[in-house]
């Protein structure tokens, strides 16, 4: 979760890591519309690998 939140704000900035909770890949990558994006899809496959 922290790990989503700091590499996800490190693009978004002014969005809440709180949106990135529900691991929306849609969210994210309209919020992104970048390399972050996709980044951060990974690292939800992962934390969500690890529960």
Avoid at 19 to 39: E, S, W, Y
Wanted: hydrophobic share 45%; charged share 10%.
């Amino acid at each position: 979760m922290l790990r989503i939140g700091q590499q996800g704000m490190g693009g978004m900035g002014r969005i809440p890591p709180i949106l990135l909770a529900p691991f929306d890949p849609a969210a994210v990558l309209a919020g992104q519309g970048g390399v972050d994006g996709i980044q951060a899809g990974a690292l939800r496959d992962q934390v969500a690998g690890q529960g």
